[in-house]
Each structure stands twice: as C-alpha cells, then as structure tokens.
C-alpha cells in the first residue's frame, strides 16, 4: 500500500500499532486497513482522494471512532483517513452566533468555548468530551437535548466537503433560510461518510439560558413513568431533557461508581431551562405532575448537584463495558406513548432468553438504547433477542436508528424498514457522488 499510494507532504503509518489502533471503533468489531493517513487540511484531504480514485482504493474517513455501528471500520482495506489533527475552531461569530470549525473539533471543547461568551451549541451526544464535530455531523448524532432542541441537523448551516474524485464542494449557506436548488448539506448529515468528507462545517449557536434545573424522578413502574412522560408534555412543558434509566441501568452505574442514585424501576432525569422565573415555575409543575402520577422527586438547582446527577447518567456506556460480557446495542426509536410496551417487551424476551437487557436513553423524544448483556456462549440467543426488538420497535411504528445510524451493524435490517424502491434511490444516489464505490464502501446497504 505504501508503495502504490505517494502522498507527499501528508503524515501516514503503516506500522502495525497504528493500524490494528486504526482498525476498530466503539462497535468493537476489528480489521486491518492498508494504511492510516492524517490530514491537516481540506487540500490533504483532497490529495488523498485524487490519489486513491486513480488507483481505485478504498479510503474510510475518520473522527475519534466512537461510533457504535462500524461506521468507520475499513472493512476493505484501504486508507483510514483520519481527520483528529483538523481540530481548529476558526471563528466564532457572537453577532450573527455562528460557527465555523473544522471536523476534528471535540463537542465538549466547543461547548466550553461558547460558554465563556454566554453562547451555547445544544446536541451533547454522551460522548461530549471525545466525539467530533465531523463524527456528529456524519451520523446527524442527537443527544439528551433532542426534545426541546433538535439534532445536528437543525444546526448545520453550511458545509465544506471533499467528493470521492476530489473535488471541493460547498453546501448550504451562512444564512438561515435558503431554497435554491436541492439540499446537499442536508443529504450529507447523517450519511455516514459514503457520499462526501467533510473538512469545515458552519453551525448556528444560541444564547444561554439564564437559568437551569434538574430534576430526578422516580417510579415504581415504567408505565407510571410513561404516564408522567406524556402529562409533562401535554402540560405544556417542555423540557430541554428527558433521560430515562430502567432499574438496571441504575443498578450497572452504582457498581461501577457509587452515585447515590435511588433504584427504582423507571428513573427519569428531567433539565428545565430558560428564564429564571420560567424554570422555577415549570420546576413546580413538573413535581407536582410527578407526584400525581405516583413518582418521588429530587430537585437539583446547584451546578455541583446538577452535575453529579449528569456524571451518573453518562457513566452508564462506560459501566456497562466494565462489565466484561458481550453486548449488542441499538439506539432505537418509537413514539413516546409506546414507551412502557417497549419496555415490557425487553423484560419479557429477556427473561425467555436468558439474556440480561439494559436500557436508558433520551425518553422525551422516544429515542431508547437498548443493551443486550450476554456471555460468550449465549450468543445465538443474543441475536435473536436484537432480530425480536427490531421486529418490535417496527410493529410499534419506529425506526431501528435514532442517531447512531446503520454502519454495519444494521444493515441487515435496513430492508424492514426502507422499500426496495427507497432503497434504489439511495443506491442511485450514492453511485451519482461516489460512482467507483471507493468512499466507505460496505456501510449502510446490504
């Protein structure tokens, strides 16, 4: 590879280190590409794929790799293209509150920046501290905000991305309403780096809230908590999060980092922002709400209390990796009244299959991720656990991926839910941007 493939000027390793640290994301499913390359800017990127178009060799870009369904695994080969090192933040504009950074950018590094200037940049995917901007832009990644605030998607104003023959292209406009011609920018979130390689993304910013509440409620069943769910919102409130955890999302944190969390069947954690008159009164309601509905509530108004409370909910994904079994994971979605039978689905099948399920996950907007816990020997019947939920969350009138899209791991399912003929577009679509099939190739479709 290293002889076919002359990048002057551009970092690249074929050293095993780098390519067995290369060769895997946080799906755990591992192969070896041909060679990493780091780029540090848009003309290394375009480089790279001019180069390998010629040659017809496969090229994965990359983020940080902590997406859950090999959406960055060179499962041909290939060139792994890291984009970590475009990591600037180029300009923050606080009068027009945009962006502009490159996809390197770590979420949480952007957070904080905005913070000191009063400004804030509402998807925080779990893992805010390690996951990129470009990751997020690829998978359109939501986060516990999702309710009050959207997704990825609902931010991106423009985009700058490199097509698989490379060529620059830009898509979207630095204004906030734009209709001409067809949306690119929009085709390229959430596609999973198959169409295009993002090298600069402009994202519209908001002003902080003057205020925020966090609130821990508690129920002895999860149809209780679905209850409450829905009164909240028929309320008239609208929470900026709502995170459930089942009993043994609860229980994993509490193993791996005694928190003080109360186990209870359903936990639900509950932001409110906004003005500070606003919150307190919502904060009020809610407890009031809660408490009709049969649930316990903790009100944490500090920023030290509101945090510890945050640090449990997002200890649960390195809780349960410590816990030394398999796991299957999918993010997926229903609508918010069919909660509570999703929920009494995974106990049932779990308990038929011997199989342990954990599932916790952005409840206000339906979005659960379901864990099934397994040991070595009890695979066949893990698998056959995740076929019955996909089946289910279908029948339920869902979709199989809230926000960590289909890489590899869902691609076998694809077909429930999207039509042959839906299928063919898309296909068309990626031969139209990608027509030697060199960028990312195996994601997605079947």
């Given at each position: 590879m290293?002889?076919?493939?002359?990048f002057?000027?551009?970092?690249?390793s074929d050293?095993p280190?780098?390519?067995?640290?290369?060769?895997?994301?946080?799906?755990?499913?591992k192969?070896?590409?041909?060679?990493v390359?780091?780029?540090?800017?848009?003309?290394?990127v375009?480089?790279v794929?001019?180069?390998?178009?010629e040659k017809?060799?496969?090229?994965?870009?990359?983020?940080a790799?902590?997406a859950t369904?090999g959406?960055?695994?060179?499962v041909e080969?290939?060139?792994v293209?890291s984009?970590?090192?475009?990591?600037?933040?180029?300009?923050?504009?606080?009068?027009?509150m945009?962006?502009?950074?490159?996809?390197?950018?770590?979420?949480?590094?952007?957070?904080?920046?905005?913070?000191?200037l009063?400004?804030f940049?509402p998807?925080?995917?779990?893992?805010?501290?390690?996951?990129?901007?470009?990751?997020n832009?690829?998978?359109?990644?939501?986060?516990?905000?999702?309710l009050?605030?959207?997704?990825?998607?609902?931010?991106?104003?423009?985009?700058?991305?490199v097509t698989p023959?490379?060529?620059?292209?830009?898509?979207g406009?630095?204004?906030?309403?734009?209709?001409?011609?067809?949306?690119l920018?929009?085709?390229?979130i959430g596609?999973?780096?198959?169409l295009?390689i993002?090298?600069?993304?402009?994202?519209?910013?908001?002003?902080?809230?003057?205020?925020?509440?966090?609130?821990?409620?508690t129920?002895?069943?999860?149809?209780?908590?679905?209850d409450?769910i829905l009164?909240?919102?028929k309320?008239?409130i609208?929470?900026?999060?709502?995170?459930?955890?089942d009993?043994g999302?609860?229980?994993?944190?509490?193993e791996?980092?005694?928190?003080?969390?109360?186990?209870a069947?359903?936990?639900?954690?509950?932001?409110?922002?906004?003005?500070n008159?606003?919150?307190?009164?919502?904060a009020?309601r809610v407890?009031e709400v809660?408490?009709r509905?049969?649930?316990?509530?903790?009100v944490?108004?500090d920023?030290l209390s509101q945090?510890?409370?945050?640090?449990?909910?997002?200890s649960?994904?390195?809780?349960l990796?410590?816990?030394?079994?398999?796991k299957?994971?999918?993010d997926?979605?229903?609508?918010r009244?069919q909660?509570?039978?999703?929920?009494?689905?995974l106990?049932?099948?779990s308990g038929?299959?011997?199989?342990?399920?954990?599932?916790?996950?952005?409840?206000?907007?339906?979005?659960i991720h379901i864990n099934?816990?397994?040991?070595?020997?009890?695979?066949?019947?893990?698998?056959?656990?995740?076929?019955?939920?996909?089946e289910e969350?279908?029948r339920?009138?869902?979709?199989?991926?809230?926000?960590?899209?289909?890489?590899?791991t869902?691609r076998?399912y694809?077909?429930?839910?999207?039509?042959n003929?839906?299928m063919?577009?898309?296909?068309?679509?990626?031969?139209?941007?990608?027509?030697?099939?060199i960028?990312n190739?195996?994601k997605?479709f079947?």
């Amino acid at each position: 590879m290293r002889e076919a493939l002359k990048f002057s000027g551009i970092e690249f390793s074929d050293s095993p280190e780098d390519l067995f640290c290369y060769g895997f994301d946080a799906s755990r499913l591992k192969t070896t590409p041909g060679i990493v390359v780091w780029a540090k800017g848009v003309e290394d990127v375009a480089s790279v794929m001019k180069i390998a178009s010629e040659k017809g060799v496969p090229v994965v870009p990359r983020g940080a790799g902590t997406a859950t369904t090999g959406a960055s695994t060179p499962v041909e080969g290939g060139v792994v293209l890291s984009l970590e090192k475009m990591q600037r933040i180029i300009e923050i504009d606080e009068e027009n509150m945009d962006v502009l950074v490159e996809p390197g950018v770590i979420n949480g590094r952007l957070q904080r920046g905005l913070e000191v200037l009063d400004l804030f940049y509402p998807p925080d995917p779990a893992s805010l501290e390690f996951c990129t901007i470009g990751g997020n832009v690829a998978l359109n990644a939501g986060g516990p905000r999702g309710l009050k605030y959207g997704v990825t998607r609902d931010y991106v104003l423009e985009l700058e991305a490199v097509t698989p023959e490379g060529t620059v292209i830009r898509a979207g406009a630095r204004t906030l309403k734009r209709t001409v011609g067809y949306d690119l920018k929009d085709l390229l979130i959430g596609s999973e780096g198959t169409l295009a390689i993002i090298t600069k993304i402009r994202l519209r910013v908001l002003p902080m809230p003057e205020r925020r509440i966090t609130l821990l409620t508690t129920f002895d069943s999860i149809s209780r908590c679905g209850d409450f769910i829905l009164s909240v919102l028929k309320a008239g409130i609208l929470p900026s999060c709502m995170e459930l955890m089942d009993r043994g999302a609860v229980e994993v944190v509490e193993e791996y980092r005694a928190t003080g969390l109360p186990v209870a069947e359903a936990s639900l954690l509950i932001e409110l922002d906004g003005s500070n008159r606003t919150v307190i009164q919502d904060a009020e309601r809610v407890a009031e709400v809660c408490r009709r509905c049969g649930g316990e509530v903790q009100v944490a108004e500090d920023h030290l209390s509101q945090e510890a409370l945050w640090k449990a909910r997002r200890s649960i994904a390195p809780a349960l990796y410590r816990l030394g079994s398999e796991k299957i994971n999918h993010d997926v979605v229903v609508p918010r009244r069919q909660i509570p039978t999703l929920f009494e689905f995974l106990r049932k099948v779990s308990g038929q299959q011997d199989v342990k399920v954990v599932a916790f996950g952005h409840a206000g907007d339906g979005n659960i991720h379901i864990n099934i816990l397994y040991h070595r020997e009890l695979e066949q019947s893990a698998r056959a656990v995740a076929k019955r939920l996909i089946e289910e969350v279908l029948r339920l009138e869902g979709t199989i991926s809230g926000e960590h899209g289909v890489g590899l791991t869902k691609r076998q399912y694809i077909g429930l839910e999207i039509s042959n003929r839906e299928m063919d577009i898309m296909r068309g679509i990626k031969r139209l941007f990608d027509p030697k099939g060199i960028l990312n190739p195996g994601k997605v479709f079947p």
